[in-house]
């Protein structure tokens, strides 16, 4: 059973466009929210997070959208570029575990 | 500073062999995670060490795959007996326990192919 589902599985964004990847969950224990970034190769590495208690997140071109009640998050990257290209993933903590979504392939181009 | 680092990058075996991989974490990150990423898949959490702790055994897919942590620091984690289900990307994560697991920061993995 996947605890954490992610869409699309990939996208292709113009540059310049908005990318939006959305993330659903059911565990109702599940006390923060993070966004990590995987280039080929890479480990991943941490974008941004949000804690359930606010709605909304942003650093620079990236934003977090939460929705408590719907069980919904969502990443947006605003004014993308070429050098967002890279797999996403989103992630739910649950005693000090991270359980990720299945990535998003995000391709940019110029 | 240095960041957590995994050995070898590449490994490829014959099926029934035993594998071991290694994992340097951060230095003072108490936490230590490994997961598996197989081809078009998510991170699929293994096991889980957490200072002096009983570690959490509960992601690990069968008792062919066991992972120990000495002094605090390194961890192999092995694989006997392999099998072509489990040629994988082995990710291997470190935290601070003060960040509850929520920031984690990853090594570059180790890609093991069994043929």
Same mark, same amino acid.
């Given at each position: 059973?996947?605890?954490?589902?992610?869409?699309? +599985?990939?996208?292709?964004? +113009?540059?310049?466009?908005?990318?939006?990847?959305?993330?659903? /969950?059911?565990?109702?224990?599940?006390?923060?929210?993070?966004?990590?970034? +995987?280039?080929?190769?890479?480990?991943?590495?941490?974008?941004?997070?949000?804690?359930?208690?606010?709605?909304?997140?942003?650093?620079?071109?990236?934003?977090?959208?939460?929705?408590?009640?719907?069980? +919904?998050?969502?990443?947006?990257?605003?004014?993308?570029?070429?050098?967002?290209?890279?797999? /996403?993933?989103?992630?739910?903590?649950?005693?000090?575990?991270?359980?990720?979504?299945?990535?998003?392939?995000?391709?940019?181009?110029? | 500073?240095?960041?957590?680092?995994?050995?070898?990058?590449?490994?490829?075996?014959?099926?029934?062999?035993?594998?071991?991989?290694?994992?340097?974490?951060?230095?003072?990150?108490?936490?230590?995670?490994?997961?598996?990423?197989?081809?078009?898949?998510?991170?699929?959490?293994?096991?889980?060490?957490?200072?002096?702790?009983?570690?959490?055994?509960?992601?690990?897919?069968?008792?062919?795959?066991?992972?120990?942590?000495?002094?605090?620091?390194?961890?192999?984690?092995?694989?006997?007996?392999?099998?072509?289900?489990?040629?994988?990307?082995?990710?291997?994560?470190?935290?601070?326990?003060?960040?509850?697991?929520?920031?984690?920061?990853?090594?570059?993995?180790?890609?093991?192919?069994?043929?």
């Amino acid at each position: 059973q996947q605890q954490v589902k992610q869409s699309p +599985q990939s996208l292709i964004v +113009q540059k310049g466009g908005i990318s939006i990847i959305n993330c659903a /969950y059911e565990n109702t224990a599940f006390d923060y929210f993070p966004w990590y970034q +995987q280039f080929p190769g890479k480990g991943p590495a941490l974008l941004i997070a949000i804690r359930p208690d606010v709605s909304e997140k942003k650093e620079g071109r990236f934003t977090i959208s939460f929705n408590k009640s719907a069980k +919904q998050f969502s990443l947006h990257i605003m004014d993308s570029q070429p050098g967002d290209s890279a797999t /996403y993933f989103c992630a739910a903590r649950e005693s000090d575990k991270l359980i990720f979504g299945t990535g998003t392939r995000l391709q940019v181009f110029p | 500073g240095a960041g957590v680092s995994q050995s070898p990058s590449n490994k490829v075996t014959e099926k029934g062999k035993d594998v071991e991989l290694r994992c340097d974490p951060i230095s003072g990150h108490t936490a230590l995670y490994w997961y598996r990423q197989s081809l078009g898949q998510g991170l699929e959490f293994l096991i889980y060490f957490q200072g002096n702790s009983a570690p959490d055994k509960s992601g690990l897919p069968s008792d062919r795959f066991s992972a120990e942590r000495t002094g605090g620091s390194v961890s192999t984690l092995t694989i006997q007996r392999t099998q072509q289900e489990d040629s994988a990307v082995y990710l291997c994560a470190s935290s601070l326990v003060r960040t509850g697991g929520g920031e984690q920061y990853f090594g570059p993995g180790t890609r093991l192919t069994v043929t």
